[in-house]
């Protein structure tokens, strides 16, 4: 199992910017494809966005795509979550999701992942 930190959460106004960051170790980094979801209050935790393991292949619920840009740095065994145009909808706590050797690169879902990360909590003001 691959043990997630997650940072980088806090208060933003509507518009405003965030970078998530999810520290990885216990594994080989490189051999999961990682994951962010959210969960707002009141509704069920949804997929956001998705790195693979092989070629780096990004995959982007349509609800972030062209706001939010997900990245890796292997070397150092961290996971980014680069947040732009930020709404009120976005409100939600962040989790980092490690999936080993995923065979899926599109429509991901929560069963896909084994080790999540604790969250980290985001809030967009109006």
């Known amino acids: 199992q691959v043990q997630l930190v997650e940072s980088g959460g806090g208060l933003v106004q509507a518009g405003g910017s965030l970078r998530l960051s999810c520290a990885a170790s216990g594994r080989t980094f490189s051999d999961y494809t990682m994951g962010w979801f959210r969960r707002a209050p009141g509704k069920e935790r949804e997929f956001v966005t998705a790195?693979?393991?092989?070629?780096?292949?990004?995959y982007y619920a349509d609800s972030v795509k062209g706001r939010f840009t997900i990245s890796r740095d292997n070397a150092k065994n961290t996971l980014y979550l680069q947040m732009n145009s930020l709404k009120p909808e976005d409100t939600a706590v962040y989790y980092c999701a490690a999936c080993l050797r995923c065979r899926r690169f599109v429509d991901y879902t929560a069963t896909d992942f084994g080790s999540w990360g604790q969250g980290t909590q985001v809030t967009v003001s109006s």
């Open positions: 790195i693979s393991w092989i070629a780096g292949t990004t």
